[in-house]
């Protein structure tokens, strides 16, 4: 198997568990014992927001490509959450929660835009979806015309991040759920360093055309 083909393989595995456990949650009938009133209380407070990226596909030279930072970050705790208000007019739109983390950024590998990530710095990164009055509201990625689950992130665990800043608001916000942002923690040495090297290899090229040139400020080592 190409090495490219099990980096795909190892981000769709990770996110493969996610997707599981919301279909269950969405889709599956209420245990043996368990009332139809219980099941239709847990739908009631779930409700999955879409959310539509413009990225081509979801390879790292994509995911990348639009970001201005991709680095490991720590999760810190929640600072903050805010309805981020859609552009549409039409009836009912009330936008969708944006849920605010402190980030430790643990490794660069891309540093740009007006708020570059830099080791051992706080950012404040931000998370389409979050709980708001009781109700939760996960986020489904559509990318390329498909559906990827994704979950809140969980402060102390290693994520590696692809993020945009965003003037307007004041913070990084993740420039595409869940593809920018991939939990490390758990996965074994050899495919973590593995999905680190991909990204290296598509921010190299994008900044020099050559991949075995390390584009200064924008490649980590």
Known sequence: MSRGKRILLFVALALSVWGVALIY???AAPPA???ADAGNEINERVEPLKVDYGVPSTAPKDVAAASDNVFVGEVGQVVGLEVVK??????GNRGKPMTRFAVTVVEPLKSGGAQPAEKGTSLTVGQFGGTMDGKEYPIVGMIAERAYADRPLEPGKEYLFSTMYNEGRGYQEITVQPHGNVVLDGSEPAAREEMLDSFRRAIR???S???STDAAGQAGA
């Not at 859609?86 to 009836?91: F, K």
């Open 205 to 207: 090229e994008a900044a």
């Open 209 to 211: 055309g050559d991949p």
């Open 25 to 27: 949650v969405f889709v």
């Open 86 to 91: 859609n552009t549409s007019s039409r009836p």
């Open 33 to 35: 014992g368990d009332s």
